[in-house]
């Protein structure tokens, strides 16, 4: 199993909702991270686990929420967000931190009325 | 903060043409590695690169790590209808990836 599986795909959210984003894999792999990306843009990273505990959060807005349950899942919690927070919210793994092959989910679209 | 330029940002070629496509850093990174995003979903791992020099084969995919650690290149053989997407440079500097600005190709049969 090579998969990391994200859900849901599509998401649309009020301003005033809460929501969640979801990540697994069963690869064994200990590092996590979650990636947005802006249309025509690169994936921007926005946080990473190591071993379960968060070891980069660049400097994303208190409003994104991430969590990391288990070695397997990754959520990513959402409140009060802006429509200029709609983006494609990607999962990733590695093995771990040094071996940064990161495979990828198929993201969640997420628009913001 | 760091910044990966790709070139060109943009190729429409005739199937059954190579493509060549580039990666620049200002920077130095240990690893390097390519990959290719369909719209709407999320990049897939091609090829990836541990050493200066290296040249590497994926079918019709080939890459190679620059012998200054600062720059990698792509080479898409006999490109086919499927070969359509964007293609994503990441360079590896121990601490995150960072992706390149990405390089659209569009392939006419």
């Known amino acids: 199993d090579t998969e990391v599986t994200q859900t849901p795909k599509h998401l649309v959210m009020g301003m005033t909702n809460k929501k969640s984003l979801k990540c697994e894999q069963h690869?064994?792999?200990?590092?996590m991270y979650w990636y947005k990306q802006k249309a025509k843009k690169p994936p921007e990273l926005m946080f990473v686990y190591s071993y379960e505990k968060l070891s980069i959060n660049e400097s994303v807005p208190s409003r994104f929420s991430p969590e990391c349950p288990n070695s397997s899942l990754l959520n990513l919690h959402l409140h009060a967000l802006q429509p200029e927070d709609s983006a494609l919210y990607l999962c990733?793994?590695?093995?771990?931190?040094?071996?940064?092959?990161?495979?990828f989910g198929q993201g969640t679209r997420l628009t913001v009325v | 903060g760091q910044q990966l330029n790709q070139s060109p940002q943009s190729m429409f070629i005739q199937e059954g043409e190579d493509v060549s496509m580039n990666c620049t850093s200002s920077?130095?990174?240990?690893?390097w590695l390519w990959y290719k995003q369909d719209p709407g979903e999320g990049p897939v791992l091609l090829i990836a690169l541990y050493k200066a020099g290296e040249l590497t084969s994926n079918g019709r995919l080939t890459a190679q790590f620059g012998i200054t650690r600062k720059d990698s290149f792509l080479n898409i053989s006999a490109s086919i209808p499927s070969d359509v997407g964007i293609y994503f440079c990441?360079?590896?500097?121990?601490?995150?990836?960072?992706f390149g600005t990405g390089t659209r190709l569009q392939v006419f049969p």
């Open positions: 920077s130095i990174f240990n690893t």
């Open positions: 990441a360079g590896d500097n121990t601490d995150k990836l960072i």
């Open positions: 990733a793994s590695s093995r771990n931190r040094v071996n940064t092959e990161a495979f």
């Open positions: 690869m064994g792999h200990r590092a």
